[in-house]
């Protein structure tokens, strides 16, 4: 079964930054792409970011652009998420997903099968 693991989430004042990361066990990341995501208390999951599974595509949501950076290292079997400019609507847990490799990776949370269990990013000062 395909684990996938958050880590990295924490309290952060705004304007700061954070490091995700999401580790794979039991499989190799090498062939997915890997998608982030958000759910903020009363509202839907939302696609944050995706990478294919070279990492020639990557993809990011518009609230996030110039401000998020999706990086993988298959070596580590790890993707990460760097997270700058934290603004308090950024909070949120995050959530990472694997689905099988895509030319263009894409956002939609349906076409992904297998998630993590989330990491909390709490913005506040």
């Known amino acids: 079964q395909l684990q996938l693991v958050e880590s990295g989430g924490g309290l952060v004042q705004p304007g700061g930054s954070l490091r995700l990361s999401c580790t794979a066990s039991?499989?190799?990341?090498?062939?997915?792409?890997i998608g982030w995501f958000r759910q903020a208390p009363g509202k839907e999951r939302e696609g944050v970011s995706c990478?294919?599974?070279?990492?020639?595509?990557?993809n990011y949501a518009d609230s996030v652009k110039g401000r998020f950076t999706i990086s993988r290292d298959n070596a580590k079997n790890t993707v990460y998420l760097q997270v700058n400019s934290l603004k308090p609507e950024d909070t949120a847990v995050y959530y990472c997903?694997?689905?099988?490799?895509?030319?263009?990776?894409?956002?939609?949370?349906?076409?992904?099968?297998?998630w993590g269990q989330g990491t909390q990013v709490t913005v506040s000062s």
């Open positions: 997903a694997a689905t099988w490799e895509q030319a263009m990776c894409t956002m939609a949370a349906t076409d992904f099968g297998s």
């Open positions: 039991g499989f190799t990341l090498d062939y997915y792409t």
């Open positions: 990478i294919n599974s070279s990492g020639g595509s990557t």
